[in-house]
């Protein structure tokens, strides 16, 4: 210890003795020298000559910095001093531990009027860290120093640009592009494959950049527009020079059909000549019933009265029929037209009915999927409900769709043609006779049975007073209001067993939405009418919206 201690003591007098300071410093301090150096070839040392000009220091000297600056290799920086207080002195810089190409732009800088001095330092090219020091030295070896240390590491990571490349006919508003670690393409499922990492976003137009991406890693990277279209593509591991980029080729993601649920309409706007003349087979049916057994419409609707009066008083209402001659008597009281007077207005309101039935919306109803495709529920029909225009409401339907999104359907409706045409009779019914509520009613108010009662009754077994024993006016009314509803249910019904059936194929270009499922589909359709042994075509068009349901 007094052997140390006299050493020391030593060498701080002969240092003393000799002032110079440099060699002091070198012989006492330990760790990295090399104060100073850089590439622009200053001195070593670390400096502090009395360089203002009363050879006075500032109180303090400062990095702007006090952060460990971080830098890549040979990325450059700006460091910044400031003396406080402010004032015009040199500061030096210099270098402790750094590499050899390690560099400042200068060692010696001139403080501005602000106090401030700045020197670029240009960072080694391997995996280092340094300290760079500043100092400000005066007169009699006063001086104020400031450290600001330096950790230079490999960069770790890279930037890569992204292109998505698309050539379908989806609408593309903006891109979604991700990267999965240490993945391939081949272990991600899903149309597009989920997202990963480092996500980012760009318009459709332009490439996308993902920063800080990991180096010395495969990557597969994924883009979508939405989740209707997706790609992906394999990338080895990326290095560390600029430029690197990956082209990822985009596909459609199949039509959704699990996910889509339409509003689908469609009609024969473009009937034939054949399926119009088929239509009226329909309607020649109608008539059919109304007509039965009798001869014309008069003898029609009496026998219908006898059938609604009480089973008691039928053989006197055929007896009074007869006696009375009931069928020249209404026949006369009807006038021109009393063969037809059931028939005529019906084939009337028919006819308008179905001008309305040649339409591109007679059909609506939801298409939906079930387990075998699709399903076809069919709500209306000319806006009259499915089930009371005779239809079946629910139908099987197939659908598919191409790469161009070009969707095929096909699907079978089938119908009671008598339920079908007295239903669309019934619009035009209630504009002819607007107090009515049914085509029924309509009908009464047409044929007129209050002058068919009165009729009966000026030739009933008492004139004025009974058509037949314990039957009045109001009866005969009662009765023929009750025979025109009769006649009206069994014309409806008179198709019997016969079926129609109307085979419809479809084709539209569909619209996809975020899920690659339909929301909407314009096109055309055909159909095949059959009716009995006969058949008609007839086509139209055919649109569909996302189901509002």
């Given at each position: 210890?007094?052997l ?21 410093d070198?012989?006492n301090?330990?760790?990295?020298t090399?104060?100073?150096a ?5 001195e070593?040392?670390?400096g502090?000559?009395?360089n203002?000009?009363d050879?006075?220091?500032?109180m303090?000297?400062a ?9 890549t290799?040979?990325q ?19 270098l402790?531990?750094?590499p050899?190409?390690?560099?400042l732009?200068?060692n ?5 009027a ?5 020197v ?12 760079v020091?500043?100092s ?15 950790s230079v ?23 979604t592009a ?7 393409c ?14 980012t976003?760009?318009s459709?137009?332009e ?6 991406v990991?180096v ?7 883009v ?12 080895a591991?990326l290095s560390?020079?600029d430029?690197n980029q ?16 339409l509003?689908l ?24 019933g ?7 419409d ?7 009265m ?10 006197d ?9 009931w069928?020249?008597a ?7 037209g ?8 019906v084939?009337?309101?028919i006819s308008?009915?179905?001008?309305s ?15 075998d ?22 139908a099987?339907?197939?659908?598919s769709?191409?790469a ?10 089938s119908w ?16 002819e ?33 009974a ?11 009662t009765?023929?209001?009750a ?5 009206w249910s ?9 079926i129609?059936v109307?085979?419809?194929?479809a ?10 499922e339909v ?5 055309t ?9 006969d ?15």
């Open positions: 210890m007094h140390l201690h006299r050493v020391s003591t030593l060498t701080v007098a002969s240092c003393a003795a000799l002032a110079i300071a440099v060699a002091c070198a012989s301090t330990p760790g990295p090399g104060i100073g850089s590439g622009s070839g200053s070593g040392g670390e502090g000559a009395d203002s000009a050879g006075a220091v500032p303090a000297l990095f702007s910095s006090v952060a460990t600056v971080r830098l290799p040979k450059t920086r700006v460091l910044t001093v400031v003396t406080t207080p402010p004032g015009s002195f040199h500061v030096r810089f210099g402790l531990g750094a050899g190409d390690a560099v732009d200068a010696d800088v001139q403080t501005r602000d106090g401030s001095a700045q670029t330092l240009t960072a080694s090219s391997t995996r280092t860290s340094f300290t020091r500043a400000v030295s005066g007169k009699n070896q006063n001086e104020v120093q400031t450290q600001l240390g330096v590491s490999a960069l770790g990571h890279t930037t890569l640009t992204v292109k998505p490349s698309y050539s379908g006919r989806r609408t593309v508003t903006q891109w991700s990267l999965h670690s240490a993945t391939q081949s272990e991600l499922s899903g149309s597009p494959p989920p997202d990963g990492d480092w996500i976003l760009g459709g137009r490439p996308l950049t993902i920063a800080d990991s010395g890693v495969k990557l597969a990277v994924t979508r527009a939405g989740h209707y279209i997706g790609g992906c593509a394999d990338v591991a560390e020079s430029g990956v082209l990822v080729y985009a596909a459609d993601r199949p039509v959704n059909f699990e996910d889509t649920l509003d309409s469609f009609g024969p706007s473009d009937a034939r000549p054949d399926f119009a003349k088929l239509m009226k087979v329909g309607q020649a049916t109608v008539e059919a109304l007509l039965g057994t009798a001869t014309n008069v003898a029609s609707l009496l026998e219908a006898r059938n609604a009066t009480p089973l008691a008083n039928r053989e209402f055929a007896a009074a029929r007869t006696a009375q001659h069928d020249a209404l026949a006369a009281a009807f006038g021109a009393a063969t037809t007077r059931l028939r005529d207005p084939d009337r309101w308008a009915g179905l001008a039935f040649y339409a591109p919306n007679t059909f609506v109803g939801q298409l939906s999927p079930n387990a495709g699709a399903r076809f529920n069919l709500v209306t029909v000319a806006k009259y409900p499915a089930a009371d225009a005779g239809f079946s409401s629910a099987q339907a197939t659908w769709a191409d161009s999104d070009t969707l095929l359907l096909g699907t079978e409706l009671l043609p008598s339920r079908l045409l007295t239903t669309l009779a019934l619009s035009p019914a209630l504009v006779f607007p107090s009515a509520t049914t085509a029924q009613a309509a009908l009464v108010q047409s044929v007129d049975c209050a002058l068919v009662a009165k009729t009966l009754l000026a030739d009933g077994v008492t004139p004025g007073a058509l037949y024993p314990t039957c009045d006016e109001s009866c005969a009314v009765a023929c209001t025979a025109i509803n009769t006649l069994t014309a409806s019904d008179a198709s019997g067993t016969t129609a109307l085979g419809v194929t084709a539209g270009t569909a619209m996809v939405g975020d899920a690659a929301v909407s589909l314009h096109g359709w055909l159909g095949d009418f059959t009716q009995g042994e058949s008609a075509s007839a086509s139209g068009a055919l649109s569909a919206v996302t189901s509002s349901n």
